[in-house]
């Protein structure tokens, strides 16, 4: 299971990259879902883990509205 879960996340990201025209790995229109999913598959656990903690210290810091989840 664990090996078709790390195939799966090779896939979607080949095909994030495959339909990049200008180099950004991410574009808006991408879910959050996605972007997850190809961060995780990225990074190691510890990694991926301290990059979310910090992505929610960064959006506390925000001023405006905060993005839905």
Do not use: H
Not at 3 to 30: H, I, S, W, Y
């Amino acid at each position: 299971m664990k090996a078709t879960n790390v195939e799966l996340q090779e896939q979607l990201d080949n095909a994030l990259k495959d339909k990049r025209e200008d180099g950004d790995r991410f574009k808006p229109t991408d879910t959050a879902e996605d972007i997850a999913t190809v961060l995780v598959g990225m990074f190691s656990p510890s990694k991926a883990a301290d990059i979310a903690k910090r992505m929610l210290t960064k959006l506390k810091g925000r001023t405006g509205k905060p993005a839905q989840p």
